[in-house]
């Protein structure tokens, strides 16, 4: 079984400050790792995803995360937060490779206070 | 505009009806996905086809179907509505099965009354 599990459904930083969205993963398989990205009142975007070419995934935005098999963690950071990043993210995982039958993670909320 | 187009936009039924919901893919993408968002679900997959086939399915339910026509654009039947099934549905598109990026439509917002 697969699945996923962020820490804290909201995150409060600063304007400039490091963004830190922490994803754990459980996997019996060696996992593919997606982040979205949902604006409020809109459809959702894939940031990024992991597919075990690289551990540092960079993805649209400034955003970027790290695959580490040793903390079964998929974390998103981005430096330099902006207000314009204030939106809900979701990590995900599946074992397949592709899109199909990801399984979401329950979300978090980032707030950008200027 | 992430090129792929959901109709309608809104809609709200009673318990006990059907309803159908429209997806059209970017041009020139073969993967067409499902998905609800809900209060109380969260985000699930709920199908794939790819180029007219079905691929993988999630958590859908027995009452929701879907196709993918020739053209590519897919239908996604919801059938003896419950109030449960309120939710937010996506559609999304990738170039094929295990593409660089994938497309999400603006969503259908199902409310059932």
């Known amino acids: 079984a697969q699945s996923v599990t962020q820490l804290g459904s909201h995150v409060s930083v600063s304007e400039g400050a490091l963004v830190l969205l922490r994803c754990n993963y459980s996997?019996?398989?060696?996992?593919?790792l997606f982040w979205y990205v949902q604006y409020p009142n809109q459809g959702l975007q894939l940031l990024l995803k992991?597919?075990?070419?690289?551990?540092l995934v960079k993805g649209i935005t400034g955003f970027e995360a790290e695959f580490k098999k040793s903390e079964t963690s998929f974390h998103l950071t981005k430096p330099s937060a902006h207000m314009s990043d204030a939106a809900e993210y979701f990590c995900?995982?599946?074992?397949?490779?592709?899109?199909?039958?990801?399984?979401f993670g329950t979300g978090t909320k980032l707030q950008v206070i200027p | 505009d992430s090129g792929v187009t959901q109709t309608p936009k809104h809609l709200i039924t009673a318990t006990g009806q059907r309803v159908t919901l429209r997806c059209s893919p970017r041009?020139?993408?073969?993967?067409v996905y499902w998905y609800q968002q809900s209060l109380d679900q969260g985000l699930q997959f709920l199908i794939q086809?790819?180029?007219?086939?079905?691929?993988a399915k999630g958590n859908i339910l027995e009452r929701f179907s879907a196709q993918q026509f020739p053209d590519l654009h897919s239908e996604l039947n919801l059938s003896s509505l419950e109030l449960g099934d309120s939710a937010l549905y996506f559609c999304?598109?990738?170039?094929?099965?295990?593409?660089?990026?994938?497309?999400f439509g603006p969503g259908t917002r199902l409310t059932v009354l």
């Open positions: 992991y597919t075990s070419a690289a551990t």
């Open positions: 999304a598109s990738s170039a094929g099965l295990a593409s660089d990026t994938q497309y």
């Open positions: 996997s019996s398989v060696p996992p593919y």
């Open positions: 995900a995982v599946s074992f397949s490779g592709g899109y199909q039958k990801v399984t």
């Open positions: 086809y790819y180029n007219g086939e079905e691929r």
């Open positions: 041009s020139g993408d073969l993967s």
